[in-house]
C-alpha cells in the first residue's frame, strides 16, 4: 500500500471568507499538483466548509478553526475537511425543497466526487473526498505551499 503524500494544508478561521479562501487553496494546489480540472474539487471543498462553519463549533466560537488538507494518494487526490466537531453526524438529504437555501451540499459532494466519507477524530469531524488523479500531469512539480494559516 502506497503512503499518502501531503500536497498542502491550509488552517482557517471560523468565518465566512473561509470558504473563499479554501477554494482559492485547493484550486491553486491542484493546479501546482498538475490537475488542471479543478472545478468539481473547488465546488465540493466550498460546500464542506460550508457546512462545517454552519453545523460544528469552527463556526460558532470566536476563536473557530478549521483546516484543509490536501493529499495525493497515487490514484486519487483526497480532500478533507477538519472541524471542531458537533453533536451531528453529517448526512446527505436525499430531499430538499425547491425553494430551500441550503441542504444540497453532501448531496452534492456525493455526487461528484469518486468517493466521499466521514471519521470523528479527538478534534472534531473530519469530511473528505477524493477525486480521480488520471488527469494529472505527473511531470508538474508539488503544491509550493505545504502550509498555509490565514
Do not use: Y
Request: charged share 25%.
Amino acid at each position: 500500500m502506497r503512503t499518502a503524500r501531503l500536497l498542502g494544508r491550509a488552517e482557517l478561521p471560523g468565518r465566512a471568507a473561509s470558504v473563499g479562501l479554501a477554494r482559492v487553496f485547493v484550486r491553486e494546489v491542484l493546479r501546482a499538483g498538475g490537475c488542471p480540472e479543478t472545478d468539481d474539487a473547488v465546488l465540493m471543498v466550498s460546500e464542506l466548509v460550508t457546512n462545517a462553519l454552519q453545523h460544528s463549533r469552527s463556526g460558532h466560537r470566536p476563536d473557530g478553526r478549521l483546516v484543509v488538507v490536501l493529499t495525493d494518494h497515487g490514484d486519487a487526490v483526497q480532500v478533507d475537511v477538519m472541524d471542531e466537531g458537533s453533536i451531528e453526524r453529517p448526512h446527505v438529504r436525499r430531499e430538499v425543497d425547491d425553494g430551500a437555501e441550503g441542504g444540497r451540499g453532501l448531496w452534492l459532494v456525493c455526487e461528484l466526487a469518486a468517493s466521499w466519507g466521514w471519521r470523528k477524530d479527538e478534534d472534531g469531524h473530519v469530511v473528505w473526498f477524493q477525486i480521480p488523479a488520471e488527469a494529472r500531469d505527473t511531470s508538474a512539480h508539488p503544491a509550493p505551499w505545504l502550509s498555509t494559516a490565514h
